[in-house]
């Protein structure tokens, strides 16, 4: 390497560093269009003294053929050039060996895996092995379709290459239904892959999950009360005329604006009247569960009874209008207690499907 590049590289952001830091914002265009545009929108967000890590989309992976694929290699110059204007680090989205290969020849200082490449084993392999060995963080997105051990398979893939996977990001799931939502955000799904990988850094792109400006906001502060670390948000100087995502994208003016009204929330304090009646609730929390399940044990023990009931007058395990009349009364209470009549569906499945069992284990015998 040459002196003056080690030089910069030694100067540049430490990007383990800025990880570190909460809130983390990612922004900058879904895709670079020109050196004008990306230089513009980084050196402004910038400004914001609010954006932790620049973004851009430089190869775009476009449902139909024809469409804006993104502007490839130039592209890099610029985010370059963006970075070092702004002492910023930067971000773009790799999903082939090249991709990779490239980003790391124009220092990029992260990289992630889009919903499109988390979804399909072959290219995930291809790019885990391209990162093999490489100090780059990366982060990976959920998968387009809500399949959770895809995701999963996705981060031990790059992990099992020797690479440095850093942080999930939760873009939201594309579903049959239409909705508010352009992909819908199952936050469950999330927080379950959190439990997975405690040590990774879990960021919600509201861009995404959005599809439009108007819940931005909302999504946002969804996701910081539920504990997220931060957000990969989509931001260009122009964006009524952004040649992808138009619709998405805000103004680096309007993204300062929004965290400002954000309410930042920590996972912890060191305040000990809030701590010890937090721990009073979650006491309670923690004899009620066992006690549901003490109660889900009883309840059990019936349904084997009626097992050898019904075993012993042969009679078929299943009788549906007895099912639904349950099933009718059980909505009707979980609404008197503020229970959702979805829960109560979910739940009630689940009673029954672990009530057959036993009682099938039951006729067996
Ligand atoms: C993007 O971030 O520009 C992008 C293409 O996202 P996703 O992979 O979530 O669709
Ligand atoms: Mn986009």
């Given at each position: 390497m040459k002196e003056a590049e080690k030089l910069t590289k030694a100067n540049g952001p430490n990007i383990l560093n800025v990880l570190s830091k909460r809130p983390l914002i990612i922004s900058g265009p879904c895709s670079a269009e020109t050196e004008e545009q990306l230089i513009s929108t980084a050196v402004r967000l910038a400004q914001t003294?609010?954006?932790?890590v620049i973004r851009a989309g430089i190869w775009k992976p476009r449902?139909?053929?024809?469409?804006?694929e993104g502007v490839g290699v130039s592209g890099l110059s610029w985010l370059l050039k963006a970075k070092k204007l702004t002492a910023l680090p930067t971000t773009v989205e790799v999903a082939t060996a090249k991709h990779v290969e490239y980003s790391l020849q124009f220092e990029v200082d992260m990289l992630w895996v889009g919903a499109r490449t988390t979804v399909n084993p072959f290219s995930m392999q291809e790019v885990a092995q391209a990162l093999h060995g490489v100090q780059t963080p990366v982060f990976v997105k959920n998968p387009v379709n809500p399949d959770l051990e895809l995701w999963a398979g996705a981060v031990e893939r790059i992990a099992c290459c020797g690479a440095k996977v850093m942080g999930l990001v939760l873009r939201g799931f594309s579903t049959f239904a239409s909705g508010e939502y352009r992909n819908q955000p199952m936050w469950h799904l999330a927080i379950e892959m959190k439990r997975r990988f405690p040590e990774l850094i879990m960021i919600c792109d509201p861009s995404h999950i959005c599809g439009q400006r108007e819940s931005l906001q909302k999504v946002i502060q969804h996701s910081i009360d539920l504990g997220f670390d931060g957000i990969m948000i989509e931001s260009h100087i122009d964006p009524k005329n952004a040649w992808s995502d138009a619709n998405q994208q805000i103004t680096p003016a309007l993204l300062e604006q929004m965290l400002n009204q954000i309410i930042w929330r920590k996972e912890s304090t060191p305040e000990q009247a809030f701590n010890i009646a937090l721990e009073k609730f979650r006491e309670q929390i923690t004899q009620l569960d066992d006690y549901i399940i003490s109660l889900l044990g009883q309840r059990m023990s019936i349904a084997e009874k009626i097992g050898q009931f019904k075993r012993d007058n042969q009679i078929t395990i299943l009788q549906a209008n007895r099912w639904n009349e349950i099933i009718a009364r059980a909505k009707k209470h979980g609404e008197m207690v503020g229970l959702s009549t979805e829960f109560i569906s979910r739940y009630m499945d689940a009673v029954h499907i672990e009530s057959i069992h036993h009682q099938n284990q039951i006729m067996n015998e």
């Open positions: 003294g609010r954006v932790n449902t139909h053929p024809g469409g804006f």
